[in-house]
């Protein structure tokens, strides 16, 4: 009566190193997605900056961009 119970606790370890396995092969892939992500927000925000005409607005975008170029630049690193 115990091998069934063993069996099925042995088939779910092996699904989940199984799903470990794939997290680590994908990583990159979530990594440049998120770069891509920031970089997509960098541009948006530079077209909001050309248009408004509010100094303090522009010190707000300005402090967001470099955020964003940050994180663009850590999330695309190797």
Sequence with gaps: ?????????LRVIGE????LNLL???SHVRRLRK?????????????DLVDEPDAGEKRDIRKRMNYLKK???QYNQG
């Design 1 to 9: 009566m115990g091998v069934p119970v063993l069996d099925s606790a």
């Design 16 to 19: 989940g190193i199984k799903y």
């Design 24 to 26: 680590r092969k994908t």
């Design 35 to 47: 770069a891509v992500d920031y970089g997509e927000e960098f541009i948006l925000l530079f077209y």
């Design 71 to 73: 994180k663009f630049f």
